[in-house]
């Protein structure tokens, strides 16, 4: 339903996005995820015809309704909802004088655009407080409108750009519950966010990108299967461990230490806790406390993106 091929942009000479292709298909919830700087933004922006691409395509719909982005812009728009990361509301109307604006920006008209607005204000639980503006309502409930806003419409695809910074658990989950509702309703998802929980629990599949181009395109099983070790342990130490020499520990991956806290990939859980127990043991540190877990997204985005700082 939306395909990107091949974009580039870049900025001063300097590439932020290169060669990236990636597509969604309807009924399914992508995640697109990477560091900070990798060319999230852009792509998105290129995505939602906002900014031109120096070079590449964007393509929106399928079959014989398939529209080029830069060529059909007027008909290929039409069909895509944007939530940006900044609230896009009028905190001074209320919520369903906000959707009777975005959805006449639309041509949308009369009983037809009631009928859209009544529809995205119970989509997102905001039913009962439709004559009332934005600016009496908690954070949770301005993201869910900036949804509504961009659902008023009734589009095939929907662009999210990290829509639950800074909401409650309970606004989040209702947020979560939305739109898996909409991708049941066959709907079109590319969701970016920097909270590895959140694609874990609504992404089909995950791309992540980092320096303008995709890293890895891949369901979340695809996904881990990559990482070397499929479980991690996580011991609190005492003292400095020698990380360069316990990596080279057979069974042992990336380990780390953070003041007392040492935690390692381990490709068999029951033959590598007690070898490290005792590697830990004869080099004099002791150990407080140990637990174990299964790798998750992070340990798969770490590994495909490295650890440093990006800001």
């Avoid at 990477?34 to 999230?40: D, R, S, T, V, Y």
């Avoid at 309502?137 to 900036?146: D, T």
């Avoid at 953070?258 to 004099?284: H, M, N």
Wanted: with cysteine; proline share 3%; aromatic share 4%.
């Amino acid at each position: 339903m939306l395909a990107a091929e091949r974009l580039c942009k870049s900025y001063g000479g300097r590439a932020v996005v290169a060669d990236l292709s990636l597509a969604v298909a309807g009924g399914e919830i992508v995640g697109l995820l990477g560091p900070n700087g990798a060319g999230k933004s852009t792509t998105v922006a290129m995505l939602c015809g906002l900014i031109a691409a120096d070079s590449g395509s964007v393509f929106v719909g399928d079959g014989a309704d398939r529209r080029q982005l830069s060529v059909d812009a007027h008909d290929a728009k039409r069909r895509i909802g944007v939530v940006p990361q900044e609230l896009s509301i009028y905190e001074n109307l209320g919520a369903a004088a906000n959707l009777m604006l975005f959805g006449a920006l639309y041509g949308l008209a009369g009983a037809l655009l009631r009928e859209r607005v009544a529809a995205a204000l119970a989509l997102v639980g905001l039913a009962d407080r439709a004559a009332d503006k934005p600016q009496q309502f908690s954070g949770g409930m301005k993201r869910r409108l900036n949804i509504a806003a961009a659902l008023v419409h009734d589009p095939d695809i929907l662009i999210l750009d990290e829509p639950t910074v800074g909401v409650d658990p309970q606004s989040r989950n209702a947020i979560f519950d939305n739109l898996e509702s909409l991708r049941d309703r066959g709907k079109a998802l590319l969701y970016t966010t920097h909270y590895m929980e959140e694609a874990e629990r609504l992404c089909d599949r995950v791309v992540i990108m980092d320096h303008g181009q995709v890293v890895v395109s891949d369901t979340l099983a695809g996904l881990y299967r990559r990482l070397p070790a499929v479980e991690t342990i996580e011991l609190e130490v005492d003292g400095v461990v020698d990380v360069a020499a316990l990596a080279r520990e057979p069974g042992i991956e990336r380990p780390l230490q953070d003041g007392s806290q040492l935690r390692a990939g381990v490709a068999d859980l029951g033959r590598a806790a007690p070898a490290l127990l005792t590697w830990l043991a004869a080099r004099g540190h002791a150990v407080h406390r140990i637990s174990s877990g299964r790798a998750g997204l992070e340990d798969v985005f770490l590994s495909l993106t490295g650890r440093q700082l990006r800001d």
